[in-house]
Every structure is written in C-alpha cells, then in structure tokens.
C-alpha cells in the first residue's frame, strides 16, 4: 500500500516529482512479509492496529485472540508445527506485561516467535505517557533478542535481525518495540534501507571422529536406549530418526512433545516402561531431548550412575548440561542421523537379548494396570483412564491433540497416542497453565492452510480451561472446528464430591472448602452462547457419541464436557480413600475447626506429616543418629550380629564345639539377645529429619516405628525366643533354630555405611570388609563342607573327610575344612575329585560361588586403585596436553622444563587440589565460612591494617581470599604495576629485587604480608596504586590474595573500620615520607566519596541526575521557545514576501525590500539563543564533581 504521489514546489519553472511514500505500520508488515512470517496473532489497540491492518493487505494472516497470553501461545505454537516464527502483536505496556508468560514458555521450549509491541511516541519518553513501561528491557528477560525500533529507515533492518535470531540455533524469541509516532508516520521508500530475506540456518555435520565414537559406545552397550525429544521433532528429523533407530533395531522412549516423531504403537516403543528403561539402561542417547526435571537430569536413583550419555543437539548449552555426556556430538539432527544410519549398515541389535525380554515384560505388566484401571468398578462415575480409553478409540490417528492440566496431562500422555511429529502440544519444558486453546487456535489455522482434513483435539482439565476459556469464541469466529474436551472432575488435581461441596459451601466457604476445589460446572453451555454445539458426557456411551458428533462437525468448534470421579487420579482407588469419604464424612462435622483439621488430617495422611512444634520439642531420651554414641552402639549391635552369623553355622557343623562349651554360648546367645532387645529401644527412641528439622518427641518417634513394617517384619521376627524348641529333646541346643537372628545384618551394614563416610581411610575400611566378606563366605563354606560329609559318611570316598577325622580336635577339623573351602572358593582346585552326585553339585555351586568372589574382589579393589589413581592421572592427562602444545608451538627445552617442573611440584605438593572449587562444594553456606574462617583467619590477622577491625568484617574477608601459587623466579609483581590485589604468604619465600632481578634487599617468609596500601586508594598518595617493588618468587610459593573489588565490597558494610583501615594506610605513607599532605587535602572529597557505602553513592548520583535533567529540561523549554519565535518570524518573512512578490518579480536585479529582515532575524535569534545559555550556565551545578 502506498499514498498517493505528492507535488513538491519547484519555484517559477513549475516543475514536479513523485515520490512514494509509506507510512511506518505499512513498512513494518512489509519488512514482515519479505522475511516469510504467515501469521500474526494479537490484541489491537491504538496505535499497532495499524500494523494489523497492513499485515492484511499484504496477505498476511492475521488473528485476532481474547488475550495478549494466548496470544502469544498461538504464536510460538505457529512457530514449533511451521518453522517459521509466529508474531504476537500486543499493545503498550500491560498488553506486553501480558505476553510475557508466551515469551518465557516459548524461550524455555526453544520455539522461534516475535514479539511487536507499540509503545509512548519518543517525543514523550520519560513523560510519563499513556502506559508507558520499561518494555525492551523487560522483554531481554525473556528472548534472544530485543530493541526498540530507532527510526523507520531501519525498520527493515531490525525485522530482518529479529527474525534471523529467532531462527537460528537455539530457537527462541526476539522483540521488537516500535514508538506510536513511528507506526502512524511516514517515510519515502528511497530513504528506505533495503534488507534481503534472511538466509536459511546452517546445518553442520558430525566429524568422522564422533561417528567412530558413537558406535563404539553403541556395540560396546548391553541395554541401550534412545530418548527421542521435541528437538527431533522440531528438526523434521523424523524420517531419519525412524530409520536409525529402525536400522539398529533400539528400544525408544519419547519425551512428551517428542511423541509421534516415531509412532508411539512402533513395536520398538517402550514409552510405557519408561521408569525401567531409563533405571536400566548402560548407554542412553539423547536426540534433541535436554536433561532437565523432565528427565531427572540424568541423574541415580532414575538413571543407572554408570550410565554412558551420547547427546546429539545443536545448542551447545545442552551439551554436558547436569552430567557429563561420553560423547556431546554438536550439529544438526537431521543431518547426523543420516550420517548415522549411512555408516554402518552390517550391525544391529538383538531382540533376543536379556534387555529387551525385560521391557517386554515390563511392557505387559503396564498394559494389564491400566487395562485394570480402564475398568475399574470401584465408582459408577468415570476415571481419567477409562474416559481417555474412550477417546482414544474414536479420534483420527493423525489428529493432532493439544493437552494440559496436572493429572488430564500426565496421564493423557500414556493414553492418548500420536503417530506424527509435531502432533502433541502440551505445557512442555516450563510447565506452562493456560496454553492449551491458544496452541489449539494456531494448530487449527495450520491445518486450515496446509492440512484441511486433520482435526484438533483440545484435551483440558477444568482448573488449566479457566485459565483462557474464552479463546473458544477466537476458534468459533474463525470458523475453526477445534474439539474441547474438558476432562472435569470439580477441581485441581482432585475435586470434592458435589455433595460435600454444597454443603461445605454453605457457611464461610473460604474457611470450609479444600483449596483444590472448584465447581463441577457445565462447561459445555458456553458453546451455546457463540452459535456451537456443546455435549454433556457421563458414561462411556455419552463420550463416544460426544465425540462421534463433534467430529462430524467440519466448520465449528464443539465442547465436550466430561464428567469424571471427583477423587480420581493416577491410582483412584487408594486416592480416593483418602480424600473423597473423609470429606463427605466431614461435612456433617459442626464444628468447623475439626472440620477443617479432619479435612487437612485425612489428606496428608499418605504425605509427609505436617509440621507440628510438639514433634520437635525434646520429651524424653532420643539419640541422633548423627551423634558417635549412635555409632558406637551401631558397632555394639554390629557385634551380636556377626556373633551370630559366625557361631550359629559352626555350632551347628561341628558338634563337638557345641557341646565342650555349651554354658559359653548359652551365655553368650542371651547377652546378645539382650543386645537385640535393647536395640529395639534404641531404634523407637531415634530421631529423624521431617520438614528439615529434627524430631525429639518421643511419643512420635516410638508411635513411628512400632507401627512401621520393619519393626514386625524384621525387628521383632529376628527376636522370638525359638530357643524354646531346646526344650523338645530332639532338638536340645541345636542352634540352627537361631537363625532368625540373622535378620538384624541391617543393622551390620548401616554400620559399615557409616563408618565408611566417618573413616579417614575409607579404601582401607573398604578393603577390611571385602576381605571380611570373603572370610564369611569361606567360613560358611567351611560349615557345609562338614556337614555334606556327615550327610554322605566319613571315609566313604577320597572327597569326603576320612574316618580319622572323628578323633580330631575341633580346632584341627576346621582349620583343614577351612583350608579346604579356601582351595576349593579360590577356585585352585586342588582337592580330590567329587565321585557323587551331592559332592558335584557341591563343588559346581562352590566354583560357581568363587568365581563371583573373585570377580568381586577384582573389580573392587581395581575401583579403589582406579579412585585412588584418578588424580595422578587427571595430572598426566593434563601434561601430555601441555607437552604435544608445547611440541605443537615449538617451545624452548628451558621454558617446558619449567612447566613441566611446575606441574610435577603441583601434583607432588598439593595433589591438584582445587580450594575453591571445595569451598564451593555442596557445603551449606555456614560450614564454608566456619571452614574458611579455620584456614585463613590466623593469615589474616596478621594484616597490620585489620588488626583493630572488628570481627565481623574479618569473618567476612576471609571468605573472598583466592589461593594462587608461583614457581621458581615467577614475578608476583613488579614496580609500577597497578595494584589490584594484597598478597599474604602461606608458604615458601619471596624477594623483594632490583629492577634487574639481580640485587635481593630483603626476603619475604611465611606471613608476610604486602601490597595492601595500593588498594585502599589513598588520597595524597605519592604512588597512587602503583606498585612500589619487584617481588619475586625464590622457590614455589603458595600465596592468598584479597581483591581490591572483594575489600571494598565488604567494607562498605563497614564504615567505621573503614576509616580506622584509610587512617593506619595513611600513617604508614607518612613514616615512609609517601604521603603528600598538600594533595590529600585537595582530593579531600575523594576520601569522602570512599567513606560512602554504596547505598549513599547511589543516592548521589540519583540526586545529580535529577538536577542535570532539571537543567536540561529548562535549557530545552528554553530553545523550544527560540524555535517558536523562529517560526513566528519566518512566517512573517514569507508574508511580506508574498506581498512584494510582483516587484521582485519586475526588477530581479533590485535586491527585495524584505532583505534586510533575513540578518536582522537571524541576528534576533542569535541574541535570544545566546540569553538562554546565559540562563543556562547560571542555574546552581549542584553537588558535581568538576573533575
């Protein structure tokens, strides 16, 4: 659209020219067009209205939401199915505000869109005009890319950049805020700067390298697994990732949006296994799937902490995001899985492996649940399952489903399937509420344009629809056949029977009513209201109907209402027993207090309890568990048990031992007893974390664990007095009938658990026990052995004890059987051959059993040796790096063998060990100030400047010293270097040398302390902040620095000392004759200005801004004014000049009589211009600095 041309005046000869001229919302939505957007979706208002009116005329589709949030939804969803960014159009101020929740929704989702918002006309900036807002710097927070159009020439230019960054990789948002003045004025298309479209994003390839690396890690893995994301699904990488995964037959899983890039019925799908798949799996790879909350960020217990990650993305932020992946392979999806499937053509993976026979079964186990909860009959009313079975049943396979709401979602995602890419639109990566109608709306103008066939199922819950219901007028105004299903159950994540809730409702409902609560309404009357056809649905038979009808319907929206179990949920049965029967009960309750406790009682009942002051008031005798005195009786019980586990076995094996000291280990067995039954005590009296804190009341710890499972099933099984069966005389002290002490080895191994993380030697103590383990084995062995040769008869044949051995001591029979067992576990197998049957199956179950020990034995120490070693080879690593850079750059013998020198001195002294990185571990932010504080405080106060500080302001500081380290001859710093930071010496010596390094003056120690008058920026200071010597190190030295940044950061907290610090500095200048007093007292308010926290700096420089605008502001009126009398002036001029135009005419050669006005008018001007700077320059400056 253009104006019509305009004729300029051309003086006497007439002459004209056309020009083309556009006004600024015209040029806007043509930079829009070139660049391919489509669609736009917005809320008009003045003045970007304009701009939707001339998307229209240049054939771009334009559609008009209910509010700026679904808005800006539709957009970004637009952008996810085309690829194209989508543009939301929003007006000033509270109209972006609005689209602020789409812009982080689609920056978060990666999902390319623009933002243009219009915003105050520039003359106004800063005016306090209508709704104006700090809007570019608001919209950073939330896209790639944003700016305020400047003027309209460039307009293009920011489209086309705007755009491109939306575009390329990674995908996100861009905003553009464009001034009312700019939309609604013009500009000549000549004075235009012309922008090409931009160019399409590059697609890199992997290197041959990464490829290798890939399928090593693949043919390497046991139970792989790919993970296929949104970013596939984005990429239009589906056909490729078909065929890779096809080609190396993998197991697969999606992630919610990447469903349907593979069909979600593919036989290799193992979405409904998901917790196995991802817990099991030794090699996972990532296509386009990120590891956030959605995955657990890789991390135990849902992922195996061995697992190998293979991340294929083309945002380098993902890559080793959480975890560190086994291979990161950045490019394009597309283009890698084709590389993929194209290298290696002979391999693939067995289905008959043990991995798949263990998701198959998983697979069928999950299929029988939710068959099981389809049909379940514990309610007439329908369950999210069986409604979504229904569904699921009836719609098109291609359609495309739009899904959100807690329960409507997560479980839809199981239930409702998809065999497309880009099929599922849900709340996504930012958990996002609200976005379903407004990504309905834009899937249907899609399919409207590229796939009129395919229908769109808008699949809500009744608490995510209120969010923007009313976007169902957008869908019917545009004549878009959407169909809404709400799934309703009367609340948020579970609703309150309609019953109980008119009841509750009667009096002081905000006091009676659970917050998930809401109406169980008829929503489907609000299609009535805009000429649509809404349904009802109860039953089975009703949803399949409902959705029969809806779908015959081609031109309309439709609503579906769902009437589902208000208590229904993931598992309804047990849900529903929690919630739904206490608060029908309830509501009878007349007082509303326990009413209202009943109520919050019965539904944290299977949660964490609520907090409650008297759980953690100390009543009695309670243990920590983190205390020694629970460690040392750990070791005490730890005792009874291995007393048990070993003497109940020999008792039993060698009778003799039984029988010589049978008052010994009757006495024993009831000490030990009593061990157990004290240890009873002991656990209902031990406390534990809830809601971070400690529970002391011993009432709850004891009601906790007398009606836990493991006190019945563990604690008291291991003590019942069996020993009762003494009493029947085949049975006289037979000890085997205590083995149900062995159910206590609990308590063992939480000792070793504990022991292991309190040990300074925990390899050591590692090694103890895997060398007590196999001695256990071996002993147990040992038992067996003995009693396999009773079973068979002594002397029977060469493998069993001869008849000699009856008359052996008992000491000498177990040391042989002992020595036997070790031979046969070891697996040296120098024993007699079995002849029997028994004895075969026992030497096979003992061979077998010594070939796990020795495996075990291996592997571990080989992780302790490997743990141990990770350091030294961190070290070596790192060296060869250094070695083949410095081959690579052709360094001098002298120069690497200092470096190699200095890394053989870090790995020797101080084993790579990385304080900050320590300091900053998962300590609580207390423990690395205590920990600091014990390291460093004694360092610090022997700073001469801090020694009358206050103690607060050293704990403070000693928080911010950096450890740094020098080798022989390393200058620390040299004279006239800028002093940036005050060392302090842990270790090693230093000299203070001449310019030419050759001369020393005096040697540094261990504690000293230097450099910290050059920055405290002393005024008057002779050297300013320059260094004043060259300090060098002799030896390696181990240095702390204080930053001048970290020292004045903390001080400003601290003013008084301050300038005690700023008063001992200028003392020292003093005695040294470097303190020019003439100067100090001339930068005085330096001084001042240091002595400011930063609070009171601000404020003055606020109070100097508001007076230097005062002064603009009165110099501007000022030349306003000027302007005004210049116009007044000139249209006087002209006037006069009209008058005498016709004797100007007749004698050219006579100068016009308004001659002489033109100087006398300028030199008007002059005058009342220079009186105005004279005004200017007269106002008070106010508190600003001169210099």
């Known amino acids: 659209m253009t104006s019509a041309p305009k004729t300029s005046a051309g003086g006497a000869s007439g002459t004209s020219s056309e020009d083309t001229e556009v006004t600024g919302a015209q040029l806007i939505a043509d930079a829009l067009k070139k660049q391919g957007v489509e669609y736009i979706f917005g809320v008009v208002g003045i003045p970007i209205i304009e701009i939707a009116f001339a998307a229209q005329q240049a054939q771009i589709k334009y559609i008009g939401m209910r509010n700026e949030q679904a808005a800006s939804y539709a957009a970004s969803a637009i952008g996810y199915l085309t690829g194209k960014p989508g543009v939301c159009l929003t007006v000033s101020g509270p109209g972006l505000i609005h689209a602020l929740g789409g812009m982080a929704n689609s920056q978060v989702n990666k999902w390319p869109m623009l933002v243009i918002a219009g915003s105050s006309d520039q003359p106004q900036e800063s005016m306090g005009a209508f709704q104006e807002f700090p809007q570019v710097e608001s919209a950073r927070l939330y896209s790639k890319y944003a700016a305020r159009i400047s003027s309209l020439d460039r307009a293009p230019f920011f489209v086309e950049k705007a755009i491109r960054s939306t575009v390329y990789s990674p995908a996100g948002v861009s905003y553009l805020d464009i001034p009312g003045d700019l939309v609604n004025g013009s500009i000549n298309t000549s004075q235009v700067e012309q922008v090409k479209k931009y160019l399409e994003p590059p697609r890199p390839a992997a290197s041959s390298e990464s490829l290798q690396q890939f399928f090593s890690l693949l043919k390497q893995s046991q139970k792989p697994l790919v993970i296929v994301g949104k970013g596939c699904s984005y990429g239009v990488a589906e056909q490729e990732a078909k065929q890779f995964i096809e080609q190396y037959n993998l197991p697969f899983l999606a992630t919610p949006m990447g469903k349907g890039t593979l069909d979600d019925r593919h036989p290799l799908a193992v979405g409904a296994a998901r917790s196995t798949a991802l817990q099991e799996a030794d090699c996972i790879i990532l296509l386009g799937a990120r590891?956030?909350?959605?995955?657990?960020?890789?991390?135990?217990?849902?992922?195996?902490?061995?697992?190998?990650?293979?991340?294929?993305?083309?945002?380098?932020?993902?890559?080793?995001?959480?975890?560190?992946?086994?291979?990161?392979?950045?490019?394009?999806?597309?283009?890698?899985?084709?590389?993929?499937?194209?290298?290696?053509?002979?391999?693939?993976?067995?289905?008959?492996t043990q991995w798949w026979s263990l998701l198959k079964k998983k697979l069928s186990a999950n299929k029988q649940r939710s068959e099981a909860l389809i049909n379940s009959k514990e309610s007439s009313m329908l369950n999210y399952y069986s409604a979504f079975n229904a569904i699921q049943a009836i719609i098109p396979k291609d359609a495309i489903i739009v899904s959100e709401?807690?329960?409507?979602?997560?479980?839809?995602?199981?239930?409702?399937?998809?065999?497309?890419?880009?099929?599922?639109?849900?709340?996504?990566?930012?958990?996002?509420?609200?976005?379903?109608?407004?990504?309905?709306?834009?899937?249907?103008?899609?399919?409207?344009?590229?796939?009129?066939?395919?229908?769109?199922?808008?699949?809500?819950?009744?608490?995510?629809?209120?969010?923007?219901?009313?976007?169902?007028?957008?869908?019917?105004?545009?004549?878009?056949p959407i169909i809404f299903i709400i799934i309703n159950n009367g609340g948020i994540y579970a609703g309150v029977d309609p019953e109980a809730f008119q009841d509750m409702a009667k009096n002081n409902a905000a006091l009676s009513l659970p917050p998930t609560s809401l109406m169980q309404a008829n929503y489907e009357r609000i299609a009535g209201a805009f000429g649509c056809q809404g349904y009802l649905a109860r039953s089975l038979e009703e949803v399949k109907k409902s959705v029969e009808s809806a779908l015959a319907e081609k031109t309309r929206p439709s609503i579906i209402n769902v009437f589902i179990e208000p208590s229904s949920g993931r598992v309804q049965q047990k849900f529903r027993k929690r919630i739904f029967h206490p608060i029908t009960s309830c509501c009878t309750t007349k007082n509303k207090d326990e009413q209202q406790t009943n109520l919050l009682q019965e539904h944290n009942k299977n949660t964490e309890a609520p907090i409650r002051n008297e759980d953690f008031?100390?009543?009695?005798?309670?243990?920590?568990?983190?205390?020694?005195?629970?460690?040392?009786?750990?070791?005490?019980?730890?005792?009874?048990?291995?007393?048990?586990?070993?003497?109940?076995?020999?008792?039993?094996?060698?009778?003799?031992?039984?029988?010589?000291l049978k008052i010994l280990w009757i006495s024993l067995d009831y000490i030990f007893d009593s061990v157990y039954l004290i240890d009873i005590f002991i656990q209902s009296r031990t406390g534990y974390f809830s809601h971070g804190l400690f529970v002391r009341n011993h009432h709850v710890l004891s009601r906790k664990y007398f009606t836990s499972r493991e006190f019945y099933f563990r604690d008291l099984l291991s003590i019942i007095p069996t020993d009762l069966i003494y009493l029947i005389p085949s049975f006289r002290f037979v000890s085997i009938i205590r083995c149900n002490r062995f159910l206590r080895i609990n308590r063992l191994l939480e000792f070793q658990e504990l022991t292991e993380s309190r040990t300074r030697f925990p390899n050591a103590f590692r090694i103890w026990c895997l060398v007590c383990?196999?001695?256990?084995?071996?002993?147990?062995?040992?038992?067996?052995?003995?009693?396999?040769?009773?079973?068979?008869?002594?002397?029977?044949?060469?493998?069993?004890?001869?008849?000699?051995?009856?008359?052996?001591t008992v000491l000498m029979l177990y040391t042989y059987c002992f020595y036997w067992s070790t031979l046969l576990l070891s697996t040296i197998g120098d024993v007699p051959l079995p002849t029997k049957r028994p004895e075969y199956v026992f030497v096979l179950f003992d061979y077998m059993i010594g070939i796990l020990i020795f495996a075990t034995i291996i592997g571990s120490l080989g992780t302790m040796i490997s743990s141990q070693n990770q350091s030294r080879q961190q070290v070596r690593e790192k060296m060869d790096e250094i070695k083949r850079y410095m081959k690579f750059r052709a360094v001098n013998r002298k120069l690497e063998s200092k470096v190699i020198k200095w890394l053989d001195y870090l790995y020797t002294n101080r084993q790579v060990l990385n304080e900050e990185m320590v300091l900053n571990s998962d300590l609580s932010g207390e423990l690395r100030k205590d920990l600091a504080i014990k390291v460093h405080l004694e360092s610090l106060q022997q700073v001469k400047l801090f020694n009358d500080c206050e103690p607060n302001l050293l704990v403070e500081l000693v928080t911010k010293l950096k450890p740094i380290f020098y080798g022989p001859d390393d200058y620390v710093c040299q004279k006239g270097d800028i002093g940036k930071e005050m060392y302090i010496i842990k270790r090693g010596q230093l000299a203070v040398v001449s310019d030419d390094g050759k001369t020393t003056f005096v040697v540094l120690k261990e504690g000293s302390v230097?450099?910290?008058?050059?920055?405290?920026?002393?005024?008057?200071?002779?050297?300013?902040?320059?260094?004043?010597?060259?300090?060098?190190?002799?030896?390696?030295?181990?240095?702390?620095?204080?930053?001048?940044?970290?020292?004045?950061?903390?001080?400003?907290?601290?003013?008084?000392?301050?300038?005690?610090?700023?008063?001992?500095?200028?003392?020292?200048l003093r005695k040294d004759n470097l303190l020019d007093e003439t100067l100090m007292d001339s930068k005085r308010h330096v001084e001042q200005e240091q002595l400011l926290s930063v609070q009171n700096r601000?404020?003055?420089?606020?109070?100097?801004?508001?007076?230097?605008?005062?002064?603009?502001?009165?110099?501007?009126?000022a030349y306003i004014e000027s302007i005004r009398k210049f116009k007044k002036q000139l249209s006087g001029m002209e006037y006069h000049y009209e008058a005498r135009k016709p004797s100007v005419t007749a004698t050219p050669l006579t100068p016009p009589a308004s001659a002489p006005v033109v100087p006398f008018f300028l030199n008007q001007w002059k005058a009342h211009t220079a009186a105005n700077l004279l005004r200017f320059k007269s106002m008070p400056s106010g508190q600003i600095d001169e210099d």
């Open 617 to 660: 008031e100390a009543t009695g005798f309670v243990i920590d568990p983190q205390n020694y005195i629970y460690h040392y009786w750990l070791g005490i019980i730890s005792l009874a048990v291995i007393y048990n586990f070993l003497l109940i076995p020999a008792r039993y094996s060698f009778k003799d031992m039984d029988k010589q």
């Open 291 to 352: 590891l956030n909350w959605m995955l657990h960020f890789g991390k135990s217990p849902r992922f195996d902490q061995n697992v190998k990650i293979i991340q294929i993305d083309n945002d380098t932020n993902e890559l080793h995001n959480n975890i560190q992946s086994a291979l990161a392979i950045q490019a394009d999806l597309k283009t890698v899985l084709k590389q993929l499937y194209e290298k290696e053509t002979s391999w693939k993976y067995s289905t008959s």
């Open 1098 to 1117: 601000i404020k003055k420089l606020l109070d100097t801004e508001k007076s230097l605008n005062n002064r603009i502001t009165i110099f501007f009126d």
């Open 1010 to 1068: 230097f450099g910290e008058i050059s920055i405290l920026n002393i005024p008057g200071s002779k050297n300013g902040n320059r260094r004043t010597a060259n300090v060098k190190s002799l030896g390696y030295s181990d240095l702390y620095t204080l930053r001048k940044e970290d020292l004045w950061l903390v001080l400003d907290n601290y003013p008084e000392s301050l300038s005690k610090i700023l008063e001992k500095g200028k003392s020292i």
């Open 773 to 808: 383990l196999t001695l256990t084995l071996i002993h147990w062995n040992c038992c067996a052995y003995v009693l396999t040769c009773q079973y068979l008869g002594f002397g029977t044949d060469r493998w069993v004890l001869p008849n000699s051995a009856k008359n052996e």
């Open 405 to 480: 709401g807690a329960n409507t979602m997560d479980i839809g995602r199981t239930m409702l399937l998809n065999s497309k890419a880009r099929h599922r639109l849900d709340a996504g990566t930012f958990g996002t509420m609200g976005v379903g109608p407004g990504f309905a709306v834009a899937a249907a103008i899609y399919c409207q344009d590229h796939e009129p066939n395919k229908r769109v199922i808008c699949v809500e819950g009744d608490s995510a629809f209120g969010f923007s219901g009313m976007e169902f007028e957008t869908a019917a105004r545009y004549n878009l």
